[in-house]
């Protein structure tokens, strides 16, 4: 069934409430005060079951000056407006404000209902018709049909109900992609079962017995119940005025203006970036730093206003702005709000969302102007762009990047798929990275400039090992993408891995003939020393003259794979590793076992200090095996060649 909010906006005593009695039957006046004002106060909730069989959400909203926060929180998620007027009065300054707030907030369509016709005669009522289409001109109600009701006589009811049937008609289905999200209006205590929170629900859908948090204050409950105009659902939607009974949450836990949705969906957040429509009939300029009344959704926050590159606002001016808030709200990015002056208490403007977790900006750099038109102007495809640009190599989480633009399901997996190659996804443990492949082919050079950097200062050494390379490029980057960038390189060919280093593809240590010769000279000490090698810092000491020279040539015969290093400070020449393989094989073939004794005797008397990383080589080489004390050949167990 189609789901669809209608609100009531109005001045004061114009027969809001009244009309919707005369409609649904329900009095929403439902407070003592209320009854005994003769005005409403609160939010007042009715349903109005039309012909087409469509059921429409009735929101009654108070028209006194006073209660506009309330009408504010009224408004937000309706899908029409019914602009009330009474004939008696005419066009009054509440009917003006409330028509400017729900342009504001987005409503695309309504009617407006001349109300208390039984007070006028005809040619009255004509004169104030006159008056309405000339205050409606140029807003999004100029077109709209209008009907003039009796609620005491019921006089245009039935026409009143058959142009709401029609307007239903045209409005758009909700969407069901996204968070559900449920800003609340009312919340209250029912004996027996406990919490209950109620709101239009903005978006996707929930269920009973789902988890759900309650917003900015990141309170979890689960959903006992759900109530749509006082019935029993198994789940609310997109567009359902909606009664949550909440598990696990108290009352003074929630309050109007928190958000209940999903967990983890959403982010708390005190900096938003907007576009801004400052009315024309704003009383004065919109000065840089001005506190105002910022409404959002159901909420009210004090905030105050930055602009860039000025220091005022002219009325009817539309600018990028950004809202600095005493408290954190949630949102998403097109969200609609409203701002009202501190004084006098009136709307002064409102618009959209353009960033909901936004950093503090630099009001006089001209590049912050530039990138908050660039998100006034930028569709989805844009906007993500422009998100993954600004985290650079660092990326983004994909769950965050989603928030950020505000897309959801299909369509979020619609503009991944038509961004392409433009977007590189590494995934993770938990859930994937983001990175655009500008930044990435960026970082990606940056490593190669590291090696190329390294090569030039160190042109003998063999390269860099994993762990250096990353201490050398951004560390924004995370290690999965440092991985996955060079995991593309390797692929390429633009790098190179020999054993634990890494270096440039077209990288070769080149050996003057001086180097040659001393490379030559320390791999024969390691030669010679056969089955006992010095410590390297030893056997390089004596070449003090040239230690820099030494020591990265003795890496090179390292990453040659001459020198092999058995452990910390024991490297043994390759041929001695063979001739100690050689000697072990045949003896074990002649004798079956071999013990450390033997292996000494072999050696030619070398001391354990060597005779142990030896035989421990060997069973790594998967030559030997050992059996308690004793060493035997590996089943398979051979020469190598």
Same mark, same amino acid.
């Given at each position: 069934?189609?789901?669809?909010?209608?609100?009531?906006?109005?001045?004061?005593?114009?027969?809001?409430? !009244?009309?919707?009695?005369?409609?649904?039957?329900?009095? !929403?006046?439902?407070?003592?005060?209320?009854?005994?004002?003769?005005?409403?106060?609160?939010?007042?909730?009715?349903?109005?079951?039309?012909?087409?069989?469509?059921?429409?959400?009735?929101?009654?909203?108070?028209?006194?000056?006073?209660?506009?926060?309330?009408?504010? %929180?009224?408004? %937000?998620?309706?899908?029409?407006?019914?602009?009330?007027?009474? %004939?008696?009065?005419?066009?009054?300054?509440?009917?003006?404000?409330?028509?400017?707030?729900?342009?504001?907030?987005?409503?695309?369509?309504?009617?407006?209902?001349? !109300?208390?016709?039984? &007070?006028?005669?005809?040619?009255?009522?004509?004169?104030?018709?006159?008056?309405?289409?000339?205050?409606?001109?140029?807003?999004?109600?100029?077109?709209?049909?209008?009907?003039?009701?009796?609620?005491?006589?019921?006089?245009?009811?039935?026409?009143?109900?058959?142009?709401?049937?029609?307007?239903v008609r045209k409005v758009p289905d909700r969407s069901l992609e996204g968070p559900f999200r449920l800003p609340v209006d009312r919340v209250f205590t029912v004996k027996g079962f406990g919490t209950v929170v109620t709101g239009t629900a903005l978006s996707g859908r929930l269920e009973v017995g789902q988890e759900v948090e309650v917003y900015p204050k990141g309170v979890l409950a689960r959903v006992r119940r759900i109530q749509s105009h006082g019935e029993e659902r198994e789940e609310a939607l997109a567009g359902m005025r909606t009664a949550l009974n909440l598990q696990g949450v108290e009352k003074e836990e929630v309050s109007r203006g928190d958000v209940v949705a999903e967990p983890g969906v959403l982010r708390p957040s005190q900096i938003l970036d907007l576009e801004l429509l400052y009315?024309?009939?704003?009383?004065? $300029?919109?000065?840089?730093?001005?506190?105002?009344?910022?409404?959002?959704?159901?909420?009210?926050?004090?905030?105050?206003?930055?602009?860039?590159?000025?220091?005022?606002?002219?009325?009817?001016?539309?600018?990028?702005?950004?809202?600095?808030?005493?408290?954190?709200?949630?949102?998403?990015?097109?969200?609609?709000?409203?701002?009202?002056?501190?004084?006098?208490?009136?709307?002064?403007?409102? @618009?959209?969302?353009?960033?909901?977790?936004?950093?503090?900006?630099?009001?006089?750099?001209?590049?912050?102007?530039?990138?908050? #038109?660039?998100?006034?102007?930028?569709?989805?495809?844009?906007?993500?762009?422009?998100?993954?640009?600004?985290?650079?190599?660092?990326?983004?989480?994909?769950?965050?990047?989603?928030?950020?633009? /505000?897309?959801?399901?299909?369509?979020?997996?619609?503009?991944?798929?038509?961004?392409?190659?433009?977007?590189?996804?590494?995934?993770?443990?938990?859930? /994937?990275?983001?990175?655009?492949?500008?930044?990435?082919? #960026?970082?990606?050079?940056?490593?190669?400039?590291?090696?190329?950097?390294?090569?030039?200062?160190?042109?003998?050494?063999?390269?860099?090992?994993?762990?250096?390379?990353?201490?050398?490029?951004?560390?924004?980057? /995370?290690?999965?993408?440092?991985?996955?960038?060079?995991?593309?390189?390797?692929?390429?060919?633009?790098?190179?891995?020999?054993?634990?280093?890494?270096?440039?593809?077209?990288?070769?240590?080149?050996?003057?003939?001086?180097?040659?010769?001393?490379?030559?000279?320390?791999?024969?000490?390691?030669?010679?020393?056969?089955?006992?090698? $010095?410590?390297?810092?030893?056997?390089? /000491?004596?070449?003090?003259?040239?230690?820099?020279? %030494?020591?990265?040539?003795?890496?090179?015969?390292?990453?040659?794979?001459?020198?092999?290093?058995?452990?910390?400070?024991?490297?043994?020449?390759?041929?001695?590793?063979?001739?100690?393989?050689?000697?072990?094989?045949?003896?074990?073939?002649?004798?079956?076992?071999?013990?450390?004794?033997?292996?000494?005797?072999?050696?030619?008397?070398?001391?354990?200090?060597?005779?142990?990383?030896?035989?421990?080589?060997?069973?790594?080489?998967?030559? !030997?095996?050992?059996?308690?004390?004793?060493?035997?050949?590996?089943?398979? @167990?051979? &020469?190598?060649?």
């Open positions: 069934m189609k789901r669809v909010v209608l609100g009531t906006a109005g001045h004061v005593d114009h027969g809001k409430t !009244t009309l919707v009695k005369a409609l649904t039957g329900v009095d !929403t006046d439902r407070l003592k005060e209320e009854k005994e004002r003769g005005i409403t106060i609160e939010l007042g909730f009715a349903r109005l079951d039309l012909p087409s069989g469509v059921r429409v959400g009735i929101v009654d909203v108070p028209g006194h000056e006073r209660f506009v926060r309330t009408m504010v %929180a009224g408004a %937000a998620g309706v899908d029409l407006v019914a602009l009330v007027v009474a %004939a008696d009065e005419g066009v009054r300054p509440q009917t003006r404000e409330h028509l400017e707030i729900c342009e504001l907030l987005g409503v695309k369509a309504g009617l407006v209902v001349l !109300t208390k016709k039984d &007070l006028v005669d005809e040619e009255w009522l004509e004169l104030v018709r006159e008056e309405v289409r000339e205050a409606l001109k140029g807003t999004f109600l100029e077109a709209a049909p209008m009907v003039a009701v009796s609620a005491v006589t019921g006089e245009g009811l039935d026409r009143l109900v058959e142009i709401l049937d029609e307007l009315l024309k009939s704003a009383p004065r $300029p919109l000065r840089n730093l001005e506190k105002v009344h910022f409404h959002l959704g159901t909420a009210e926050i004090m905030g105050e206003m930055v602009l860039f590159g000025k220091d005022r606002l002219e009325p009817g001016e539309r600018d990028v702005v950004q809202v600095r808030l005493s408290e954190p709200v949630v949102c998403l990015r097109g969200d609609r709000f409203v701002i009202r002056s501190g004084s006098p208490l009136v709307t002064v403007g409102g @618009g959209r969302v353009l960033n909901p977790l936004a950093r503090r900006r630099k009001r006089t750099k001209p590049w912050e102007r530039e990138e908050l #038109e660039r998100l006034r102007r930028g569709g989805d495809r844009e906007v993500l762009l422009y998100h993954l640009e600004k985290a650079r190599e660092a990326g983004l989480r994909e769950s965050l990047l989603r928030f950020k633009v /505000s897309v959801f399901g299909d369509s979020w997996d619609r503009l991944l798929a038509e961004l392409g190659d433009e977007v590189v996804r590494v995934p993770g443990e938990e859930e /994937s990275v983001l990175i655009s492949r500008r930044a990435f082919e #960026e970082f990606k050079e940056e490593i190669l400039r590291a090696l190329a950097g390294f090569h030039e200062r160190f042109p003998l050494k063999p390269g860099l090992t994993k762990e250096e390379l990353r201490a050398r490029v951004s560390d924004r980057a /995370s290690s999965r993408i440092f991985e996955a960038a060079l995991s593309e390189l390797l692929a390429a060919g633009r790098i190179s891995a020999e054993r634990e280093f890494l270096r440039l593809s077209t990288h070769r240590p080149v050996l003057p003939e001086e180097a040659e010769a001393l490379k030559r000279e320390i791999e024969e000490i390691f030669r010679k020393a056969g089955f006992t090698p $010095p410590d390297p810092e030893e056997a390089l /000491s004596r070449f003090r003259d040239r230690p820099r020279l %030494a020591l990265d040539l003795f890496e090179v015969l390292v990453q040659d794979g001459v020198l092999v290093r058995l452990s910390e400070k024991l490297y043994f020449h390759r041929e001695a590793l063979e001739r100690a393989r050689k000697l072990a094989v045949d003896y074990l073939r002649k004798h079956g076992e071999m013990g450390v004794g033997d292996f000494r005797r072999l050696t030619g008397g070398a001391s354990r200090k060597y005779l142990i990383p030896l035989l421990e080589y060997l069973d790594r080489e998967k030559v !030997t095996i050992r059996v308690g004390d004793k060493r035997i050949l590996r089943k398979g @167990g051979r &020469l190598k060649g």
